[in-house]
């Protein structure tokens, strides 16, 4: 279906919704990212003080992130990762809780992206039904769960679990909102999924939880997010094989790494670590990522950004002497990003692995890069 046509129906949809009384997806998305709201069934609540406080800081902390941070990845994307960017492949982010937004920055152009976590999946949020009093303390509460990503780059997993189960607006599906709104997209449809062990997606309850959202991006293309609640353990895999065979059926992609608490580097969560390295053309990973070691010199190219000092205190037991040697020797180009836990643009280190030799189909048409490996 040709963009202008798809816009069309949807919005078409969408008037329709409003005949009925319910509210689209986009609606309420524009609502809790804090942009205007007018001429909706929420033009009335947005008169609040609540909602007029959560939009100026809203919009006070997505202006500073964009400019220390998005517009940057555009122009870096844009240069370094270039092919990946334009390819439509999906794009797989394992350990990402509601991460869209870092995604959607590298990989803007995906058909698919599949986030994982285990961060619950709530409900779909309803603002109009909010209990009296709960609106903003909700909002409230949504900013504190989103301060550390956007203050840092990465979402802090222990405070993520608390926040998201303590409002009425529970779960990542009112930050996937948030993000994909905040990035120009318009959310199209919203609906609770769940994948069955086989990896079929079914709106009956099964196996592993999780949200299926289509929207429109910025270009009028249209696109879909997949996030899943589940365990990454090789135990979790095991027992629910559900995420991985949905993910296999996609074919190959592009992934995306970044603080994953060094679980690749546990020998633990090895499925997990082969499946990217067996269905993905480009890794755009930091140091939590997948070690040095594992990838293979005959199949990877790997090129290296920023500085890489080691681990923060917290996860000291991950060293890497091979990658510091490597950072010492080949004075990579300065990242112009913060990305990972070491989340200042001149302490970051971004490791950009293309395999050497593709396919050429449409699942991942990437050249590979011209520097050196390690």
Partial sequence: MKPYLALFLSAALAASAFAE?????????????????????LDGVSHSQAWMDHATEFDKAWKALDTRQLSRIQAWSNEFL????????????MFSGPDILYAHAFFPNASTYVLAGLEPVGVIPDVQHLPPGALAS??????????????????????????????????TLPILYVFLERAGCKLDTVELVWLDKA?????????????????????????????????????????????????????????????????PHSGNFTAARDFLLN???????????????????????????????????????????????????????????????????SQSSLILATARTQSGDSSGNIKPATTPSQ
Wanted: with cysteine.
């Fill in 21 to 41: 009384g319910a509210i689209p997806p986009d609606v309420t998305a524009r609502f809790l990212a804090g942009l205007p709201v007018r001429d909706t069934p």
């Fill in 82 to 93: 270039a092919d990946a960017t334009a390819d439509k492949a999906p794009v797989f982010y």
């Fill in 138 to 171: 909700g909002l409230a509460n949504m900013r504190k769960s989103l301060n550390s990503v956007l203050s840092f780059s990465f979402f802090i997993t222990k405070d993520m679990k608390t926040d998201l189960r303590q409002t009425q607006l529970s779960g």
């Fill in 279 to 345: 269905h993905c053309n480009t890794i755009v990973q930091d140091d939590s990522g997948i070690p040095l070691k594992d990838f293979n010199k005959e199949k990877w190219v790997l090129r290296y950004f920023g500085s890489y000092s080691g681990p923060i205190p917290l996860f000291k037991q991950y060293p890497q002497p091979d990658l510091a040697a490597l950072y010492r020797a080949s004075h990579p180009p300065a990242l112009p990003f913060g990305f990972g836990y070491t989340w200042h643009a």
């Fill in 199 to 263: 990896g079929n997606v079914s709106t009956n309850k099964a196996s592993t939880p999780g949200a299926k959202i289509t929207f429109f991006g910025p270009g009028g293309a249209q696109q879909t997010a997949y996030y899943f609640e589940t365990d990454l353990s090789n135990e979790g895999i095991k027992s629910q094989p559900g995420y991985v065979k949905f993910c296999e059926s996609l074919g190959t992609g592009h992934a995306l790494l970044k603080a994953a608490s060094y679980l």
